[in-house]
């Protein structure tokens, strides 16, 4: 089995900054691409920023500029800074990895369980 555990989220007053992590654990061979994604009440998840193993880094052009994606291959984490945060930024954040497993040889996407981010004063 994989596992993707998130940490990190919060409450937070605008303008203020949060820092999200999120660590792959279990039956992993090799990770491909990283990237984190949000969901806001009503809406649909969208892509906040991707990470590839050559370093490429798209980001939504909402976070451009604010929001900066990171990753440590050794221990398989992906991180989210996340500056001068708004109150459009609550959502619930999802990490996610494309990873192939050990035991299947096979690639497969993989998605952690969400952390809240609230952005409020």
């Known amino acids: 089995q994989v596992q993707l555990v998130e940490s990190g989220g919060g409450l937070v007053q605008p303008g203020g900054s949060l820092r999200l992590s999120c660590v792959a654990s279990g039956d992993i061979f090799r990770i491909n691409a990283m990237a984190w994604y949000r969901q806001a009440p009503g809406n649909q998840r969208e892509l906040v920023a991707k990470i590839t193993t050559a370093g490429n880094t798209p980001y939504a052009d909402s976070v451009k500029g604010r929001f900066t994606i990171s990753r440590h291959n050794a221990n398989n984490t992906v991180f989210l800074q996340m500056n001068s945060l708004k109150p459009e930024d609550t959502a619930v954040y999802y990490c996610?990895?494309?990873?192939?497993?050990?035991?299947?040889?096979?690639?497969?996407?993989?998605w952690g369980q969400g952390t809240q981010v609230t952005v409020s004063s």
């Open positions: 996610s990895a494309v990873i192939k497993r050990l035991s299947t040889n096979a690639w497969s996407d993989y």
